[in-house]
């Protein structure tokens, strides 16, 4: 179109619009014009055609239409390409939106950064171009895509078997199925302010798993699909609250300068390596990967909680044992040797006992604890009356070293172990999630994962007797998560069972976002012939229900074509142009007769809500 084109030459002569790509930065004379930018708005007047366009002539002055040239600018026709204001690259960028490499004031900045990516994981919808909603252009989208949805297909799963038709308890744990974004955003409404734990195993963007976008915008999808969520997150968390990310080397650089921008990087805590397995011959030329990271972030590094963790496995704290322990007393219990000397003067613990040598700076425990020690048999007495006490550390009661940032007593799940699930890929240990969960919760604390996959993080936290949320769109939910958790109810003896005396009880709520073009799949699956499908189109086009890149106009000029694909094929295609982006029922829709939501629908969502 000359216009357009016309109108980008003219911005394209203003270095100020200009990015090192070359390319328009829609949003900077966006603020240029709503500013009344003097060089803009002659740059403009100067132009014969953009004159006719956007100026309108009072007796002998020229007057600026403001609104219809953001209008434009704005449009989706004008440099669709420069949908956001961040050059098309991931990199640093400072204040002024410079990209840089070395500077005190950084951010990291990737394309889209300024959008919402929704982010569909289900299996048929991987290779689709996903919608980015922008935060500036686009906020009435953003606003519908991010406000509370309607929950249904809501039931209660306790030991006992299951319960319809609800309401929900805030006692309740809770198992969503549903797009994690818009997930979150609705558990805002209710939990914002109170999850103490929130740990999360999000796909790794290796190419394998739900992003493999075109090379282009791989990073900057992922990134901004994490952006998103991870806001969210932080709203939610408590202010003694952590936040754990399960992550490997594809992204974990990126992931860290994002975790700092979002939480702060005072609120970073650590990066722990977890050594999931050990080597093996490697025919590329690289080195075998055989770790993984978890980022640790609080909310508030004042006020987060912590409580110390102990392990007895790893290889150092072994090692230490076996050189260490070498002592058994009378009835056969090994232990070491551990001195009980004050590391500075105490002129109240210099005292004598049974005419031993007295440590130079006092003992380091009172003559009430010795003698307690002395009758439990825990004192180890020297051969001689020139030597110091020390006591005994009895291995059976050793509860092993602090844990460290690198973690190598915890393994990858064996392929034959009972705690495998039907989980493709990605199944993490429960002693893992045990080890984060004890780490900054207490019993009754509320943990959050909204990306659940086989649900270990919902299955070993109640087991532990914590409160817990788990979101997860794909449809194994059913199959493998669910299922998974009834055995839980029922006692179920694998992972960390033993360890926690677990004997089953408890309960969970399971509820769905409610689907807005549900009944369209419905009739599209129904469809017999090629005229059923044509309307279901024609209706989905109407109500605003097919994907928003996809133009009306387009359709009709591409009906011939549609004419001659086979039934199948219309139905797939008509699928593919449903937006499942736009699938989920807002709260506010809740009474409109069009959605047609269920009493009991509506009764779990207003009491989960709060609406009475």
Known sequence: MRFLDELEKVLKADERFIGEDNQVIKTKVSDAARGTDGLLIKSLLNNELMRESFFTKVDDVYVFDKVKFIWVLDSKEFLPDSYTLYKNKIGLVDNQNNLISQKQDISLVWPYKDCVLEGGQDREDQKREEIFYNETLAPDEVNRLLAPKVLGNARRYTFDGIEENIEFDNF?????????????????????????LI??????????????????????????????????????????????????????????VLMDEIFGEENFRNKITWKRRGGSANPSQRLNNVVEYILWYVKDETQFKYEPVYSLNDENTQKYIKERFVHVDSNGRKYMKSPIQSPNYRENLIYDYKGYKTPKKGYSVSRKVMEQWDKEGRLDFPDSKDKNINRKIFLDEYIGQPVNSLWTDIYVINPMSNERTEFSSGQKPEALIKRIIEMVTDSDDLVLDFFMGSGTTASVAHKMNRRYIGVEQLDYIEEITLNRLKNVLNGDGTGISSEVNWQGGGSFVYCELLEDNQSLIHELEQATDSESVKAILDKATQNGKIIPSVLPDELKRTEEEFNNLSLEDQKRLVLELLDKNKLYINLSDIGDEDVNVSESDKAFTKSFYGLY
Do not use: C
């Not at 997930?183 to 103490?196: I, M, R, T």
């Open 199 to 256: 740990y999360i195993d999000p796909p790794y963007n290796t190419g394998s798993d739900t992003f493999n976008y075109n090379d282009k915008f791989n990073h900057s999808s992922w990134l901004t699909f994490m952006k998103n969520r991870l806001i969210l997150a932080k709203r939610l968390l408590s202010s003694t609250g952590s936040i754990f990310i399960q992550i490997d080397d594809n992204e974990d650089s990126y992931l860290k």
């Open 172 to 196: 309740d744990n809770l198992i969503i199925k549903g797009n994690n974004l818009l997930a979150l955003s609705s558990l805002l409404k209710k939990y914002e302010g109170q999850v103490q």
